[in-house]
C-alpha cells in the first residue's frame, strides 16, 4: 500500500510536483471506504482504511493499519524506470508502471501498466469536491499460483489531499472501488 501514498504539492495549473517533508501535518488524516465484489456477486472486501501523520520518535509518521511508516519514505523520489506515479504529473503524460511484489502469504507477483493522465478537473467524492487527475492504468497483473488477469485501474488523484480520492480497477472478474470518505487536518 506504500505506491498507494505518492503525493504532492501544486505548483502551477499545469503540472503537480512531488511534495517535500514540509507538505504534512501532525493530525492530518485521511479515511478511505473500500468494496470489492465478483461478477458473481460474491464480496471479497469491505471496509474502511483509515492513515494518520503522528509523531514518532521526533519524526512525523503516517499510520497504516498496524504500521507506521516514516514521512521522509513516502516523499522519497522514486528512482525507478517505471514508477506507480511519474512526477511532475501533467495532461497527457505517459509512463509505463511495472511492479514485482510478494504478498503475506508468500504469493510472489508482477504488474505491468501502460499509465496516461487523461485530465485534471474537479471531481466528488464523499469527502467532498476536489481538483483531481484522472489517470488510467492497462495491463496484467501475474502471480506465482497461475493467476494472469487483464487489468483496468482509473486513479483519481488530488494535489490538495496528497493523495487518491479515488481509486476504480477492474482485473478480470473482480470490480474494487475505493473513495475517500474522510479527509481532515489540524487548524
Not at 512531488?18 to 470489492?36: F, I, M, N, R, S
Not at 460474491?42 to 492513515?51: K, L, Y
Not at 512526477?87 to 510472489?108: A, F, R
Not at 483496468?152 to 494535489?159: G, I, S
Amino acid at each position: 500500500f506504500l505506491l498507494l501514498i505518492a503525493c504532492n504539492e501544486k505548483t502551477n495549473s499545469d503540472t503537480t510536483q512531488q511534495p517535500t517533508l514540509a507538505d504534512y501535518q501532525v493530525g492530518e488524516k485521511w479515511v478511505w471506504k473500500y468494496k470489492g465484489v465478483t461478477t458473481e456477486g460474491e464480496v471479497r472486501s469491505d471496509g474502511t482504511d483509515t492513515r494518520e501523520i503522528v509523531t514518532m520518535d521526533g519524526a512525523l509518521g503516517m499510520t497504516i493499519g498496524k504500521d507506521t511508516i516514516p514521512v521522509t519514505e513516502i516523499v522519497k523520489a522514486d528512482a525507478s524506470e517505471t514508477p506507480k506515479y511519474d512526477w511532475p504529473l501533467e495532461v497527457g503524460k505517459k509512463w509505463k508502471y511495472e511492479n514485482s511484489w510478494t504478498s503475506q502469504d508468500g504469493t510472489t507477483g508482477n504488474q505491468n501498466q501502460d499509465a496516461e493522465v487523461l485530465s485534471y478537473k474537479e471531481e466528488t467524492v464523499d469527502a467532498g469536491t476536489f481538483m483531481a487527475y484522472t489517470i488510467k492504468y492497462t495491463g496484467k497483473t501475474t502471480n506465482s499460483r497461475g493467476y494472469n488477469a487483464n487489468e483496468k485501474e482509473v486513479w483519481l488523484y488530488a494535489p490538495e489531499v496528497k493523495n487518491f480520492i479515488k481509486l476504480t480497477q477492474k482485473q478480470g472478474d473482480f470490480l474494487y472501488v475505493e473513495e475517500l470518505i474522510e479527509y481532515s487536518k489540524p487548524d
